[in-house]
């Protein structure tokens, strides 16, 4: 029954994690601050941002693009994750984000031929009725975005608080002026009426002030590339391209065009050079770079996404505030970027420095198709191990060691599907993704750390145990992920379970996936531990391993250094926390649980407090959310990751079944007698915190799912990591049970009297 209930629970849950993790945005990353560059007199040096979209470092070759690759010579570089509200990003909500300094999208048209695929739409700039009135130059006057009103109600409408003119307000509020040239300029630099206060439809119109700037800040439009190959089906783009021609060209002109203005700017300017959007439907890193004082020859980073030469489309707002000396508004998010230098922190070789910024790009692309097969795969080699184990369980092929052996064989097959989560991580050690096969590479690097790591579950001392198998997959899956949040999270970058670069959720820390392996793992390493030691009769030492391992695991998850997780805790210390009161034999009281209660969210605000009161450019968003409720936006978060949550389980018949799956798996983990699960039960008579430890797992992933932006991913991943160790426990109390007289006893029997636990 148990066997049949979780496959059941298994399906309706990952139906719908592949769309969770590559199609929904998350809070945004925190920011750090950068020291703003000058020129060698003292004098702060013009600002110049040029955008563009569509671009990356594939693109860039000596002859076809000199100017590119001039800065790649000369410059920081980097790649950009764009992600705007929408898997692909249109050239308009790149400008968007950098008006708003956060993710901001338009209201598209539907592809006729494709409706799930939308079309871009141009952006236009029309003249103030004064425009013959130059002001700052020849050629230049105030304008007006026409779009204004749409691009605010999509903001709106969105619910990520985006604010379009933020930039612009935070400028005008200091008296800083700055000059627009092209639509998408106008669009960043517009106030919140849309209006621009010095504008130039295009680089030649602004030449003058280009050569000169009466303006300590210039963005420029050099125009979008859209790739024809990738592009909507249904409908053409209308004013959406540079030019008109295929990708290649386009490229080669944008790069022209770059290379004008680059040779009319001043030499000292400091220059930031950024894709701001995808080239059509197939998202991508894009291509940014840094030139001028304090962008030298090295490779850009930030604290938003702490990983070297990875930066977010969000980061420019608060670079260039941090250029000019403005303070940056509450509604920014994102980090100023800034320059790791050669030798130590970035290679000092160009074409080493071109390899790191197309690896990663490489890596994200390679491994963004792989996701969705990898997990309907491991969906259905679950349901097959379920199969299977349903088999064995309901028919006696064989009797005394011939049915042992046939056990035996299903034990140790559970036991490797619990390895295979934890494996996807540590594939990422090899670089498969630059394979000429990589779903194959990828599949022989997993499959390898899967045989290593489950030998060293079934041959070390710990397989003696009843729970010791159980505990060794378990807390090794919870010690790769904790040290590799503390690296760097290397690991979980463009890995099968990890976090996908284009997606931008997440960059680093736990995010939804690796938290619900992490604390899966680290309550069944306590579990496993505990149980010795209660057989033994030391409820103490079983309590007190239970609450150091809850105490690591939880500062690990909720510190800003490493895990930055705020919906972890919640669910984390309430389960540490009951399984400690169950191993001490304490009855669980309503006093006893309301103390659970306030003790967890007393420590969360105390952590969240903490990290609030750091500078503004060192806080996490634990931090941030803290800013949020002081400015009456909590509700609106609130409300936003429980429409994420309600729109995936309503997304499809099958999700509306998952509550009352999930219930009855609960009712037959906490008492399987009632429901036939034999094997479980008998697991539970050999192994006293086996049930308790069970039950706090499903507090801790339920809490979860209730807390979490996309949580619908947190209970399917913790089963794909509990279920089959379970199965694995469950076969093991059966060969026990068969085995002849005789033979050496592989685990311990059942608990004594004295030492069950109460109840």
């Not at 693109?59 to 800065?71: C, E, F, K, N």
């Not at 030139?291 to 980073?301: K, S």
Request: hydrophobic share 50%; charged share 15%; net charge positive.
């Amino acid at each position: 029954m148990l066997v049949l209930a979780t496959a059941l629970l298994t399906v309706l849950l990952t139906v719908l994690l592949t769309t969770a993790l590559t199609g929904s945005a998350v809070l945004p990353a925190p920011r750090a601050v950068a020291s703003s560059p000058t020129a060698a007199t003292g004098t702060p040096a013009p600002v110049v941002l040029i955008g563009t979209g569509g671009v990356r470092w594939s693109d860039v070759d000596a002859h076809r693009t000199p100017a590119l690759a001039g800065l790649l010579r000369s410059g920081a570089v980097a790649d950009v994750a764009v992600r705007s509200v929408r898997t692909a990003t249109c050239p308009v909500e790149g400008w968007l984000a950098v008006s708003a300094g956060r993710r901001a999208g338009d209201a598209r048209e539907a592809d006729a031929a494709e409706p799930g695929n939308q079309v871009c739409r141009p952006m236009a700039v029309d003249p103030a009725p004064s425009a013959d009135q130059a002001q700052g130059g020849a050629g230049t006057g105030p304008a007006r975005v026409r779009d204004w009103t749409r691009y605010t109600q999509a903001a709106r409408a969105e619910k990520y608080g985006a604010q379009p003119g933020l930039l612009g307000r935070a400028l005008g509020s200091t008296g800083s002026c700055a000059l627009a040239v092209g639509p998408g300029a106008a669009v960043a630099l517009a106030g919140a009426d849309g209006s621009v206060a010095r504008y130039a439809p295009d680089r030649r119109a602004a030449a003058a002030e280009l050569a000169a700037p009466s303006c300590p800040l210039t963005v420029v439009d050099v125009g979008a590339v859209r790739d024809p190959a990738d592009a909507p089906r249904g409908a053409r783009e209308q004013g959406v391209a540079i030019a008109g021609g295929d990708r290649a060209s386009q490229v080669a002109e944008v790069d022209a065009e770059i290379g004008r203005v680059l040779a009319t700017v001043p030499a000292g300017a400091r220059v930031l050079v950024v894709s701001l959007a995808d080239s059509g439907r197939t998202p991508h890193l894009q291509l940014a770079a840094g030139r001028g004082p304090g962008f030298g020859p090295g490779l850009l980073r930030t604290s938003s996404t702490r990983q070297p030469a990875l930066v977010q489309g969000t980061d420019l707002t608060p670079t260039l505030l941090d250029l000019l000396d403005v303070p940056a508004p509450a509604g920014v998010i994102g980090a100023p970027l800034r320059t790791m230098a050669p030798p130590a922190d970035a290679p000092a070789d160009v074409e080493e420095r071109l390899a790191k910024v197309l690896d990663l790009d490489l890596a994200a692309q390679q491994v963004r198709p792989l996701v969705g097969p990898f997990f309907t795969g491991l969906v259905l080699a679950q349901i097959l191990l379920y199969g299977l184990a349903a088999l064995v369980l309901r028919h006696r092929w064989a009797e005394g060691p011939a049915r042992s052996r046939v056990l035996a064989l299903v034990r140790r097959l559970a036991l490797v599907f619990g390895a295979v989560p934890v494996s996807t991580y540590l594939a990422n050690t090899v670089p498969w993704w630059r394979s000429s096969s990589p779903l194959l590479a990828v599949v022989l690097v997993v499959l390898g750390y899967v045989a290593v790591l489950s030998l060293v579950a079934q041959l070390g001392p710990w397989r003696r145990p009843p729970l010791g198998p159980l505990g060794a997959v378990a807390g090794l899956s919870a010690v790769v992920l904790a040290a590799d949040i503390v690296t760097g999270s290397r690991l979980q970058t463009s890995s099968l379970m990890g976090l996908q670069p284009v997606v931008a959720g997440r960059f680093y820390g736990f995010g939804n996936v690796a938290f619900a392996l992490f604390a899966t793992g680290a309550l069944l390493l306590a579990t496993a531990l505990a149980d010795g030691q209660v057989r033994r009769g030391r409820r103490r030492t079983a309590a007190a391993l239970v609450a150091g391992i809850g105490l690591v695991a939880t500062a690990l998850d909720v510190s800003p250094a490493w895990g930055s997780d705020f919906g972890g805790p919640l669910g984390m210390v309430p389960a540490f926390a009951v399984l400690t009161l169950l191993v001490l034999g304490l009855r669980l009281s309503w006093r006893r649980v309301a103390l659970i209660a306030v003790g967890t969210v007393l420590l969360l605000a105390a952590v969240s407090v903490a990290d609030w009161l750091r500078p503004a450019e060192d806080q996490t968003h634990l931090g941030r959310f803290v800013q949020t409720v002081l400015d009456g936006g909590a509700l609106q978060v609130i409300t936003r990751k429980a429409e994420q949550n309600l729109t995936i389980l309503v997304s499809s018949p099958l999700s509306l079944l998952i509550p009352f799956a999930a219930v009855f798996v609960a009712l037959v983990l906490m008492r399987p007698s009632s429901w036939g699960a034999r094997a479980l039960q008998q697991a539970y008579d050999r192994s006293p915190t086996l049930r308790h430890g069970l039950i706090c797992l499903l507090v801790l992933l339920g809490i979860g799912f209730a807390v979490n932006d996309s949580g619908t991913v947190v209970p399917a991943i913790g089963a794909t990591l509990a279920i089959p160790l379970v199965l694995a426990t469950s076969m093991r109390a059966l060969e026990d049970d068969i085995r002849p007289d005789g033979d050496p006893a592989v685990s311990a029997g059942p608990a004594p009297a004295a030492a069950r636990p109460a109840r």
